[in-house]
């Protein structure tokens, strides 16, 4: 009689099999083959003491974490074109914004660098009005003895004559240039008068600094306040350096200065401004691609730095002189910006700086205005300058409204831009400096609620 087989032991046979084969198989590292990628299996996951996380969980009960607040993002308000802070810690404008709460104490200066756009204080006057309204402060800042649009500017009176002009954009030794790009010296008997007028801190200031180099030899220079018939006449004594000579006073409305012939000074410019407060310097050449600033003497502009007591921010607005219709490459554009970029952060290694992208600009085509082709395509490489050098970027076109706006700045009543298409209007001005001006104070307001939430308590005075 045949004995029935014992099915029994196939199963378990089975069984066994597979668990070796799963052990095995959990033992071959992660790779990839013919594309595919082949993960490691471990069936014995779940039971597995893992040795990383039973360190974590000892690290944990050992060293408790402190608390730490998560910084929220604080989205960009409507109508705002926020700034784009492309520096390592993100606190690209640290320097102004912080040295905004210490205004009732002492000035906080700005020097607006640009082409024609700017010319006769539009724009960065306006900017300066808000600022000053806000954060206190008089005057107009620096202005140069010799200027082609006295006549043009409404921030203040101006009038001059004997002369000699040099201009970094002009081929002249740049070795002696000052920090606007420009100095003057005396041809003959020499005289600029400035003079206030009647628009909100700008009807007179509390103090005028001559800022001035004297290579050699010595200098007189008589002044006159407020219409004086008595002049004060003073030495100016030989300084290789830059450095100032300040008349203070409760209230000058305007000042005349006269410089004898045959002297070799250098003047770089006369500051009208007050005490504390805000104070911006408008610094336009017109013509200028902004390249030319890489050009200026880092030794002078430390000294005349140093002298007004460190700007805190540095607003670079160039890019409509180099722009071409229909070009859209504008890399060597960008590398000689980028090298003007660092030469700035040498001069000024103390500041701030802001770069503006070049606003809208039309074409005539077909008949009528358009936006040129080429302005998105600089925008960007603007960008990228900012992008790849650390610093601040504002989108100027962004604001102005983006394609299309500068036919509606122009269409508008009253008119914000000229008919050239090209260039802002006083109201113009005014409407992009309020843009401007509310950006500041959003970012100011950003600033400040960061440092109270990365250290507990404000960092800075009034936050």
Known sequence: MQMDRNYIVYPLFITGLVIAVLLAVSFIPEQTIADLGIRQMDILSDIRKDTAENETYLEAVLLPALPVEKEKKIPCPQGTVCFEDYSQDGDGLSAFLQALDY??????????FGDSYIEGDIFSGD??????????????????????VASFRKTVEHSFGGWNNFSIIDGNDNTKMGVSGNYCTPSGNAWVKYSGVKRPNLDYVSKVSLIYRLPSGNATVSYRINNSKE??????????????????????????????????????????????????????????????????????????????????????????NVMSANN????????????????????????????????????????????????????????????????????????????????????????????????????????????????????????????????????????
Not at 128 to 145: H, I, N, S, T
Not at 252 to 281: C, K, P, W
Not at 442 to 450: I, L, P, R
Request: aromatic share 10%; hydrophobic share 35%; glycine share 8%.
């Open 127 to 148: 900017l300066r009005a808000f600022l000053q309204e806000k954060y206190g402060g008089r005057g107009v800042g620096m202005v140069l003895p010799v200027s082609h």
């Open 328 to 463: 859209k490459n504008y890399s060597t554009y960008k590398k000689g910006m980028k090298e003007t970029v660092e030469h700035l952060k040498k001069c000024f290694p103390k500041s701030s700086i802001l770069l503006l992208s070049v606003g809208d600009r039309s074409m005539r085509k077909s008949g009528e205005y358009v936006t040129m082709p080429c302005v998105e395509a600089m925008v960007e490489t603007q960008r990228e300058i900012c992008a790849e050098t650390g610093i601040v970027f504002w989108n100027l076109f962004e604001a102005m409204g983006g394609v299309g706006s500068m036919v509606e700045l122009v269409a508008s009543i009253p008119p914000k831009a000229n008919k050239d298409y090209t260039h802002l209007n006083f109201e113009g001005g005014k409407y992009l400096g309020e843009k401007l001006f509310n950006t500041i104070i959003f970012e100011k307001s950003k600033f400040d609620k960061k440092n109270r939430n990365r250290y507990g308590k404000p960092v800075v005075k009034n936050g």
């Open 231 to 320: 002049p004060v006449s003073v030495n100016l004594d030989c300084s290789p350096t830059v450095t100032s000579y300040d008349i203070a006073a409760d209230s000058i409305g305007n000042i005349r200065l006269d410089f004898a012939s045959g002297n070799n000074i250098h003047i770089y410019g006369v500051s009208m401004q007050s005490e504390t407060g805000v104070a911006v310097d408008n610094f336009s050449l017109r013509g200028a691609p902004g390249t030319t600033l890489k050009y200026l003497p880092e030794n002078i502009v430390k000294q005349t730095d140093s002298v007004l007591n460190n700007y805190n921010l540095i607003i670079l607005q160039y890019g409509l």
């Open 103 to 112: 205004a009732d104490k002492q000035n906080v200066r700005i020097a607006f």
